[in-house]
């Protein structure tokens, strides 16, 4: 635990002008990102008294040991700066909210030159016009398959569009009349971008004009007696009015605006948005978030606009949005709102009539979402907590272990070695920082040298990492333990534990590899899968954890992770090694060379018989590159004779064969 007096900006150095500010502990990971109006007067406000902060600022400023600031001119510029930063460092004491799911959207990628209707989910792309979020994938197909009576835009595959394309024939509802089939040139590219685009218009809430369009044409239809016509156009007013209903008016006035109601207590917060456009609810989504700083209301309802409008633009962000508390100041949150958008955009808390009873209705959704992620959550952060303390005390450590790397070794009978590197913080596994490694020190089975390898590897690389950019230099300066991209360096942080998977013979060799570096700050222990018994260095008797104690669920849940790690990268080795064929043993013949000259011979079989003169006749194969193949070829064992086990007969093989298939075969002979 840090003193901040011993990191204190001296007085004078902070800048009185707007900017961002980042907090960074011992080892260089930014762990808050803040914004300001005055960068003296709100950094001073860190360093008074620790009894007089809040708990939760008490508890960042102890954990930091360094600070550092950016100016920038406005504080637009500081809110964007700080998003941007938050984003980029993910800091553990800034409000990060997360999606209670992934929500679908209903998308059109108008960056086609013929766009598309589908479902999306993740991440946005740009170009592609985005309607919701939806709270189910189905109630988007209804709505589109309601739609495309009236606006048949193409809704088919890359695959199945170009198939069409080269057959001449349109899928089926090509044939229905729900696609206009471009793909077969019934439309022109113009016409059909036209339909998409016609298509977002009603979808972003222009749904009278249309509906009005089609009923004229339906009257004039009927007046010069084209009935069919007229009853077509009659049957297309019902599916706009159809899919019109599936979303109810809660605002008279047809409005485009985002509502977003709060729902807190102590230690979390909820937040609910309603998308409202054209008077109608077009779709909905909600955040849960750890209330890990000193937040009001206001400020989590900025934190809330950041991570709503912080990757949109144009209409994406409304003229409107209602908030149950107004930022502190509003004006650089409003104009950075209205930059986004690039027309003005009123930040305002609905005081009456439809828009106050519509935001109590969002304000009850988020109230309820609360609880629920507070019923499922609950017993999940007690249970962390206890894991992790009864770990502590059953290995003697000094504190909970809140960061634990496990290790575990994979083979086939000796082939393909590896091992894994998993990487629990908190008692969650960080996917992110999970490593693999081949073991390059020796061939065949040995798991207890295998073990010490790869710890002897990976804290070497800690322990570059850490003198080139951990260690105070002899200037008393400290260098980031980040890549030039602002990425952390792929080895600079030591877990509290090691664990690996395995008993004594396993866990001798990794603390064997600690003691050969020099490091004795690391816990080490092992996690035997016969009785579950923990191992740890120097005792002839392993620690017994009760059956049902938490902590020994947590160590099996890291052993068992790391086990899947491990098999999966080793099955993935395997199988590119069996698929591996006798061409690829040829320097520079790439995949495109290999297929051309299988095309060109029909198999491998008539490629070794081939001569090099034969071999160079095949464009792009120079006389050297023939002379190579001709060598792999007579180097790989040819595939025996496949047999029909059925009658006996032996199948000539006339297509490509792996060394894989190969092997395979002659299994399959025996």
């Known amino acids: 635990m840090a003193d901040p007096s011993s990191y204190r900006p001296k007085p004078g150095q902070i800048p009185d002008s707007p900017g961002v500010y980042r907090f960074r502990d011992e080892h260089r990971r930014v762990i808050y990102v803040g914004k300001a109006k005055s960068l003296r007067q709100r950094l001073a406000s860190y360093f008074q008294d620790i009894t007089n902060l809040h708990p939760r600022t008490a508890t960042m400023v ?18 964007q700066l700080e998003y941007s930063w938050i984003k980029e460092y993910d800091p553990r004491f800034n409000v990060k909210y997360r999606d209670d799911k992934s929500y679908p959207y209903l998308a059109v990628t108008m960056n086609e030159e013929f766009p598309r209707v589908q479902v999306m989910r993740g991440q946005k792309k740009k170009g592609v016009r985005y309607f919701g979020p939806y709270g189910h994938a189905w109630a988007i197909r209804d709505t589109v398959d309601l739609l495309l009576r009236v606006f048949p835009v193409r809704t088919c595959s890359a695959g199945v569009f170009k198939n069409a394309e080269r057959t001449g024939r349109p899928c089926l509802l090509g044939y229905i009349g729900k696609c206009a089939a471009p793909c077969v040139e019934r439309v022109s590219p113009e016409e059909h971008r036209e339909l998409a685009e016609d298509f977002c218009e009603f979808m972003t809430g222009r749904t009278g004009t249309y509906i009005r369009r089609v009923e004229r044409q339906m009257a004039d239809a009927a007046e010069d007696m084209e009935y069919e016509k007229a009853a077509r156009l009659r049957d297309d007013v019902g599916a706009l009015k159809k899919a019109m209903e599936k979303s109810a008016v809660v605002l008279a006035d047809a409005t485009d605006a985002d509502l977003i109601a709060l729902a807190e207590d102590e230690l979390e917060a909820a937040v609910q948005i309603f998308h409202v456009r054209g008077g109608r609810v077009r779709g909905q989504r ?15 309802v900025e934190h809330a606009l950041q991570q709503l409008y912080g990757e949109e633009s144009g209409d994406s962000v409304p003229k409107e949005v209602l908030v149950p508390a107004l930022p502190e100041p509003i004006e650089p949150v409003q104009e950075w709102l209205t930059e986004r958008r690039g027309s003005n955009v ?62 575990d070794i994979s083979h086939l009978q000796g082939d393909d070695v590896v091992a894994s590197m998993v990487v629990f913080e908190d008692g969650l596994a960080r996917k992110s920082e999970y490593r693999r490694f081949q073991i390059k020190g020796f061939e065949g089975q040995d798991d207890v040298r295998s073990m010490h390898e790869v710890l002897t590897r990976r804290f070497k690389r800690y322990l570059s990492d850490k003198e080139k950019t951990g260690e105070w230099d002899a200037e008393g300066e400290q260098e980031s333990l980040t890549e030039e991209d602002g990425r952390p360096k792929r080895f600079a942080y030591p877990p509290q534990l090691v664990v690996v998977d395995g008993g004594q013979p396993q866990v001798a060799a990794a603390q064997r590899a600690l003691d050969e570096l020099g490091i004795d700050d690391i816990a080490v222990c092992g996690l035997a899968k016969r009785l579950e018994e923990v191992w740890v260095p120097g005792d002839d008797d392993p620690v017994i954890l009760p059956r049902t104690s938490e902590g020994l669920y947590l160590l099996q849940r890291v052993r068992d992770e790391a086990h899947r790690f491990a098999i999966t990268y080793q099955r993935a080795k395997r199988a590119k090694r069996f698929k591996a064929g006798p061409l690829d043993a040829v320097p520079g013949l790439g995949d495109a060379r290999k297929q051309t000259l299988i095309k060109h011979f029909g198999s491998v079989k008539r490629l070794r018989s081939a001569t090099i003169d034969q071999i160079c006749e095949v464009p792009g194969i120079g006389r050297k590159t023939a002379e190579a193949i001709v060598v792999a070829l007579a180097g790989a064992v040819p595939a025996g004779p ?22 395979e075969r002659r299994g399959q002979e025996t």
């Open 346 to 407: 009123s930040l305002r808390i609905p005081q009456r009539g439809d828009k106050k009873a519509l935001m109590e209705t969002v304000a009850r959704n988020a109230q309820q979402s609360l609880v629920l992620h507070k019923t499922k959550r609950a017993s999940d952060l007690t249970t962390r907590s206890r894991a992790l303390e009864e770990i502590a005390e059953a290995l003697e450590l000094d504190g909970a272990p809140l960061r634990i790397e496990c290790y």
């Open 642 to 663: 496949a047999v029909n086990t059925a009658t006996g007969e032996i199948i000539e093989d006339e297509e490509p064969v792996s060394a894989g298939a190969s092997e």
């Open 62 to 79: 102890t954990t930091a040991a360094s600070v550092e600031w950016t100016v920038v001119s406005t504080e637009v510029e500081a809110l």
């Open 286 to 300: 909600g955040w849960v978030t750890d209330k890990v700083e000193a937040v009001t209301s206001g400020d989590l």
